[in-house]
């Protein structure tokens, strides 16, 4: 997989899961506390991955 396609991916899930997870900002309050934390370790691992891929790249 090259680096448009990495990049292309991770943008994609960090423009789509988070904004469909629920409709409303108040929704969050409401959220099965379960949930909030497997969102935020994905997102986690999404960052890592994506700057671990970008470094490699550099050479």
Same mark, same amino acid.
């Given at each position: 997989? &090259? ?5 292309? =991916?991770?943008? %994609?899930? %960090?423009? =789509?899961? @988070?904004? &469909?997870? =629920?409709?409303?900002v108040n929704g969050?309050?409401?959220?099965? @506390? ?7 370790? %994905?997102?986690?691992?999404?960052? *890592?991955? *994506?700057?671990y891929l970008m470094l490699r790249? &550099?050479?």
């Open positions: 997989m &090259n680096k448009w396609m990495a990049a292309f =991916f991770s943008a %994609l899930i %960090l423009a =789509f899961v @988070p904004s &469909n997870a =629920f409709a409303s969050w309050n409401d959220a099965e @506390p379960m949930f909030i934390t497997v969102l935020t370790i %994905l997102s986690v691992i999404t960052i *890592f991955i *994506f700057i790249d &550099n050479g």
